[in-house]
């Protein structure tokens, strides 16, 4: 079973931003047997326009179904790779409430997140 969720927040004006989720679970990919896809979140930004848009995905450190996903594996590059895993920052924590992890999704410049385009 596949829960589905949406949510929206926006950008402080240094680019940051922050929510509460549940981390999802691996789930099975139908029709192929034994596959698996690794815990992860996606996610749709959106620049000044409707048409400026990037669909990512966001996963977790340490997962062990990390290396046999087929879409991360699709990213050649180790730094773009890594830069799709979510780093665990304690200082994020709510304390009593929720683990805090930290991911940067950098837009434009040498650093931008992957994308298709160009890779």
Request: charged share 30%; hydrophobic share 35%; net charge negative.
């Amino acid at each position: 079973m596949c829960i589905r969720d949406r949510g929206r927040c926006l950008t402080d004006d240094e680019g940051r931003y922050r929510f509460t989720t549940i981390r999802p679970g691996a789930y099975p990919l139908a029709g192929r047997h034994n596959v698996w896809r690794p815990a992860h979140l996606h996610f749709s930004l959106f620049g000044t326009a409707f048409t400026q848009r990037l669909v990512t995905q966001m996963y977790f450190p340490g997962d062990p179904l990390l290396e046999h996903d087929e879409i991360i594996r699709s990213v050649r590059d180790p730094d773009a790779r890594r830069a799709l895993i979510a780093t665990y920052d304690p200082a994020e924590n709510a304390s009593e409430w929720s683990l805090g992890y930290r991911w940067d999704v950098v837009l434009d410049g040498p650093d931008a997140t992957w994308t298709e385009e160009g890779r």
